[in-house]
């Protein structure tokens, strides 16, 4: 079980250094840029047009993707640091995007119902994910995906004990706890306690994508270890639809 709470979580996450905040890039970062975006995209199907809500926006790289593929965003992000980081690259481009600040789990109106919800890497970062998780559900329209990611339950210390170690050590899968590395805590949870989850809420589940690094990128990236990303999933992306 958890044992902060989600203001705590939050208040983690707004004391993320600038320089950090200011590090990502058009795409993120490298495992988003290779792992992880053209994955979401993909899941989340043809956006030109339809109304998308980036559920734990952060910085607001994925929102932008969103609206540069025509897409109407609406962002919802807590941490007022990356918030107003957000709200300062819309205001320089004006790509038509609202950021909002709101907890998920108790998401107030944003505009719902929403054609797609994508939510990345941020029920791993909520306590209270649940009724984060329904929140996101309950903002689509009947029919409308639900597309979310988060580290792989498995292999979640796959980097750095590769590293160390030459493969991915793990040993706690079934309970939940806090993973404190990082700049605010994550959570392990067992991969049934989320599909089980959006099942309940009455999604069907389309696709569960575990991606690899291709190997000629880990080869000219030069980072040490990295082939720990093509041999195994760091990642899991999921992808739903909602009950018609
Ligand atoms: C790893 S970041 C991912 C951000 C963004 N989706 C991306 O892929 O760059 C996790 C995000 O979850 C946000 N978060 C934490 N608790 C939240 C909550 N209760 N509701 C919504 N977002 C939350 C954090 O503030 C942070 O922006």
Redesign the pocket.
């Known amino acids: 079980m958890s044992t902060i709470s ?1 203001s705590e ?2 208040a983690a ?2 004391a993320m250094p600038t320089d950090a905040i200011e590090a ?1 890039d058009d795409q ?1 970062d490298f495992p ?1 840029r290779h792992l992880m975006n053209g994955n979401l995209l993909r899941m989340l199907g043809p956006v030109d047009g339809r109304r998308v809500l ?6 607001g ?2 929102s932008r993707l969103l609206a540069e593929r025509g897409a109407e965003v609406v962002g ?4 007022a640091a ?1 918030l107003a980081r957000s709200q300062k690259i819309e205001q320089d481009r004006r790509q038509g995007i609202r950021f909002v600040q ?4 108790t998401l107030p109106e944003v505009g719902q119902p929403f054609d797609a919800v994508v ?4 029920l791993l ?2 306590p ?1 994910w649940q009724s ?1 998780m329904a929140a996101c559900v309950g903002a689509l329209k009947p029919g409308g995906r639900f597309v979310f990611s988060i580290t792989h339950p498995a292999f979640e210390n796959l980097y750095p004990t590769w590293r160390d170690h030459g493969h991915c050590q793990l040993d706690r899968y079934l309970d939940e706890y806090e993973m404190p590395e990082g700049h ?1 805590p994550d959570f392990h949870r067992p991969l049934s306690a989320y599909i089980n989850e959006v099942i309940g809420l009455g999604c069907r589940v389309i696709e569960l994508c575990e991606p690899g690094l291709d190997p000629q990128v880990a080869r000219d990236s030069g980072i040490e270890a990295i082939e720990s990303y093509v041999a195994l999933p760091n990642f899991l992306i999921i992808s739903a639809e909602r009950d018609r």
Not at 54 to 59: I, K, L, M, V, Y
Not at 76 to 79: F, S
Not at 102 to 105: F, G, M, P, Q, Y
């Open positions: 989600n979580a939050i996450w707004a990502y993120g988003k980036d559920a734990g926006s952060g910085e790289y994925l919802v992000e807590p941490a990356l709101a907890d998920l789990s939510c990345s890497m941020v970062a909520i209270a984060a605010a």
